[in-house]
């Protein structure tokens, strides 16, 4: 498995504002995953981030909204711009572990946005 | 696209019983995986139990295993000597088999309630 820490744990902002979440991982990864945890819903793939390239969106996320970093192969940023009270969720970071357990998705503790 | 669903939005359980959770999923795909993530009240994701698709052998976890029936597309688990620590949110998820590329797409969930 891996060790996935985000920062922040969770945050309070005000619509219009913007927040950069950071997602750290303790070893190597080719993918990292972002989702989206709206209250009381399931979690929805926002987009996968390469190292290398630009990342892709899932239907309904654009980059302008929710741009990502991926600047080496242990650290992403997810920002969510422009905030409105729509955007409050929690924001989870996940990476699929190597070796025998490629196939597997392990998730960072998340972050908790609420806005105002 | 993959669908998942679990039809249950809460399960009750009295503790040292068993309980399944039902899911089920619509794929086009043969080679695909499929989980089960618990998510306690700490909101973090944890790995229940996977499943790969080309193995017809049930999987099992100590005291959770899956039945798992390819051709009815279903993917049911099993928790057997409930104790009080399972209660939280289980989610299914699906995978395809494209590597290590795919998000995850999840069901919306089940409630579990352990009652003592």
């Known amino acids: 498995s891996a060790v996935i820490s985000q920062k922040p744990s969770r945050d309070i902002c005000q619509r219009g504002t913007s927040l950069t979440i950071q997602c750290q991982v303790d070893?190597?990864?080719?993918?990292m995953f972002w989702y989206r945890q709206q209250p009381g819903q399931s979690l929805t793939l926002i987009a996968t981030a390469n190292q290398g390239s630009e990342a892709t969106y899932e239907s309904g996320f654009v980059i302008d909204k929710f741009p990502i970093s991926r600047p080496n192969l242990t650290f992403s940023t997810l920002t969510v711009s422009n905030m409105s009270p729509e955007d409050s969720s929690i924001y989870l970071c996940s990476v699929t572990a190597g070796g025998t357990s490629t196939d597997t998705q392990y998730f960072g503790p998340g972050t908790r946005l609420t806005v105002l | 696209a993959q669908t998942v669903t679990q039809s249950q939005p809460e399960m009750s359980v009295q503790e040292a019983e068993t309980v399944t959770l039902s899911c089920t999923y619509d794929?086009?795909?043969?080679?695909?995986?499929l989980f089960w993530y618990k998510q306690p009240p700490s909101r973090q994701m944890i790995l229940v139990i996977r499943?790969?698709?080309?193995?017809?052998q049930n999987a099992t976890e100590n005291r959770f295993s899956v039945n798992f029936q390819k051709a009815a597309k279903s993917f049911s688990l099993k928790i057997s000597d409930s104790q009080l620590g399972d209660a939280a949110m289980y989610f299914c998820?699906?995978?395809?088999?494209?590597?290590?590329?795919?998000?995850?797409?999840f069901g919306k969930g089940t409630h579990l309630i352990i009652q003592p």
């Open positions: 499943q790969e698709a080309y193995k017809q």
């Open positions: 070893s190597q990864v080719t993918m």
């Open positions: 794929t086009s795909e043969s080679d695909y995986y």
């Open positions: 998820a699906y995978r395809g088999g494209g590597g290590g590329a795919d998000g995850l797409t």
